[in-house]
Antibody, heavy 120, light 113 residues
Framework: QLQMQESGPGLVKPSETLALTCSVSGGSISSGSHYWGWIRQPPGKGLECIGTIHYSGSTYYNPSLKSRVTISVDTSKNQFSLKLTSVTAADTAIYYC????????????WGQGTLVTVSS | DIVMTQSPDSLAVSLGERATINCKSSQSVFYSSNNKNYLAWYQQKPGQPPKLLIYWASTRESGVPDRFSGSGSGTDFTLTISSLQAEDVAVYYCQQCYSIPLTFGGGTKVEIK
């Protein structure tokens, strides 16, 4: 059974960089057609796709965040990571990592999510 | 971006009764090349991540009870819970997977009447 777990600081100061890692177990991040993504959810609000990455390094970013986002993959550790620069209070959210079944496919496995608060 | 609009925002249904949630996309999410609608439904319970229920508008994910069904095509879709159970209390989201960026509806909260 695939499991995914987010890790990283729960508190980030405004203007700094948010950095999270997703560790994948029970399956290889290098397997075929799957993409690996980040989705966020402000407290009490809806879901927003941040971006996804294929183990080959191919990425897609939400245009609304593209200038501030980097997603990378480390196949040797079976992990992928998110960096979001110049954060503001509007970036406060639960950040989920998830597996995408394929390009333009839904997310079928999710991590439990981690709350990141942007505050001084 | 494709805008996904769900209705209603919330609904209260008696146990054993039918719950119906609507989702409308700002443009068609139907691919004629493979005859599939790129529309998914998720269930999110408090404190939990979303759970994939249905993809391609009407295909149930493995392990999802058959009281959940999806229908629709093009721009108009429906999620139906045929006989509401207590464990179905949750927020339900639709998502289009037709074009980047993938976008979600605003959610529909289902409660027990």
């Amino acid at each position: 059974q695939l499991q995914m777990q987010e890790s990283g600081p729960g508190l980030v100061k405004p203007s700094e960089t948010l950095a999270l890692t997703c560790s994948v177990s029970g399956g290889s991040i290098s397997s075929g057609s799957h993409y690996w993504g980040w989705i966020r959810q402000p407290p009490g609000k809806g879901l927003e796709c941040i971006g996804t990455i294929h183990y080959s390094g191919s990425t897609y970013y939400n245009p609304s965040l593209k200038s501030r986002v980097t997603i990378s993959v480390d196949t040797s550790k079976n992990q992928f990571s998110l960096k979001l620069t110049s954060v503001t209070a509007a970036d406060t959210a639960i950040y989920y990592c998830a597996r995408q079944q394929g390009w333009e496919q839904p997310f079928d496995y999710w991590g439990q999510g981690t709350l990141v608060t942007v505050s001084s | 971006d494709i805008v996904m609009t769900q209705s209603p925002d919330s609904l209260a249904v008696s146990l054993g009764e039918r719950a119906t949630i609507n989702c409308k996309s700002s443009q068609s999410v139907f691919y004629s090349s493979n005859n599939k609608n790129y529309l998914a439904w998720y269930q999110q319970k408090p404190g939990q991540p979303p759970k994939l229920l249905i993809y391609w508008a009407s295909t149930r994910e493995s392990g999802v009870p058959d009281r959940f069904s999806g229908s629709g095509s093009g721009t108009d879709f429906t999620l139906t819970i045929s006989s509401l159970q207590a464990e179905d209390v949750a927020v339900y989201y639709c998502q289009q997977c037709y074009s980047i960026p993938l976008t979600f509806g605003g959610g529909t909260k289902v409660e027990i009447k």
